[in-house]
């Protein structure tokens, strides 16, 4: 990574941004305000063009680049951010024209995960997915942001490094990609390791899955007692997380998840894929969404999360809708949801309300997978006992001679450990 300018402690301080959007819809440029900010970017205004697609050249129509350049000028923007992703050859005609560097939203939401990525693991996801975006581009070994605000590569807005340097970033970058994935294999290895631990134990497994600010981590701690980090930011969580929480006696694996977002960048997807692709093998997925959004960008939000467990391919997964932050709703939208969303749990991770009901959906999704089973455990099996009692709750129990008999209904993946016990030879 190329080091910061000299005493440059913040390299995206001074950035402002001119936000700029093509489609054949009113663009609402909300979230890209929303992800600039995250990523601690100002907003110097914003420029939109109604057109049945973008320019394959310039991205935007002649005209409409020119009042754009004017715009930049007057606004005193030093910087360009497309609510799409660019392509390489719209971007560096853009950059031409405009004299100011240009950033993609691709290349913004890269720069967050970066920014955010705390796990050895969640990092090496995050160079990988990097360095495919800028290997794509023919850029260096940096990223886009860092190159842009530095000050040390000539100043905002000149072309990247010469073309002897281009390859030779091409093939270091190659290298690393190569590095990259050995790693990552390595430590996805490791991890198989502790999910077949996990498998043995034989718990139900439920993923948080949903659109980035929907209230996963703040559910799973209100859930689990868990102090995950909560924040009014994008992207806050990235790696999986997983605590354990009591319904009824049984126990329940609940893992939170990294959001997903509207054109979640495909270089994303395939670098978190794997990670992703095993914490969502659960035995059902919560989908949590916020609730609060207007009917249409709910629709929107749900629709991109569909879209993000197909691309995971976790889309047979069993799953159930969480509606949060209903503490912000009135009477009147509550109903609404409740008659557009029947199946939905309407829930308010912030004040706690609807989480009994939630337990209760959760747990009535688990009951039909529960096998009866009736057991007689030697006294010298105390360990099988308590094991016994964290996955089927409370135990009707009676006390032989020759062992504890217990009648329990145990959820069907931990069957198989205790039929070495079973009396009743079978379900
Ligand atoms: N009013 C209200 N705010 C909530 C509720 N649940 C979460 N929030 C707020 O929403 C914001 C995002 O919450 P998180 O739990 O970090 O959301 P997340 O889905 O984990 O987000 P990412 O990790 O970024 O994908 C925070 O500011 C929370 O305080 C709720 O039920 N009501
Ligand atoms: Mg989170």
Known sequence: MREYGEGIRNPRARQRAMLIAAGPEEADLTELRELLRTAGVAVAGELTQKRTRPDPDRYLGKGKLAELKR???????????????????????????????????????????????????GKLQVELAQLEYNLARMRGLWTHLERLGAGTTGGIGTRGPGETQIETDRRLARDRIAALKRRLEHTRSTREVMRKERDRAGLPT?????????????LLNALTGAEVGVRERLFHTLDPTTRAFVVSGRSYLLTDTVGFIRKLPHQLVEAFGATLEEALE?????????????????????????EALRETGAV???????????????????????????????????????????????????????R????????????????????????????RADGVLVRARVPAGAAARFERFSVNGGP
Not at 87 to 102: T, Y
């Open 71 to 121: 715009a930049v000028r007057e606004t005193d923007a030093n910087l360009v951010a497309c609510d799409d992703e660019l392509l390489p050859r719209q971007e560096r005609n853009l950059e031409e024209a405009l004299g100011a560097p240009v950033i993609d939203r691709t290349a913004i939401i890269l720069d967050i995960f970066a920014d955010h990525a705390n796990s050895a693991e």
């Open 206 to 218: 439920i993923a948080l899955a949903g659109y980035t600010n929907a209230g996963k981590s703040s």
């Open 282 to 306: 659960a035995d059902l997925i919560l989908h949590v969404a916020d609730a609060s959004v207007d009917e249409d960008e709910l629709a929107e939000m749900l629709a991109a999360v569909e």
């Open 316 to 370: 047979d997964r069993p799953r159930l809708l969480a509606l949060n932050k209903v503490d912000l709703l009135d009477e009147g939208r509550r109903r609404e949801l409740g008659f557009r969303h029947p199946e939905a749990v309407q829930i308010s991770a912030a004040t706690g309300e609807g989480l009994e009901p939630l337990r209760d959906a959760l747990e009535a999704r688990f009951l039909s997978s529960l």
């Open 372 to 399: 009866s089973m009736e057991l007689l455990v030697p006294y010298d099996e105390g360990g099988s006992l308590s094991e016994l009692h964290e996955l089927a709750g409370e135990l009707e129990r009676e006390e």
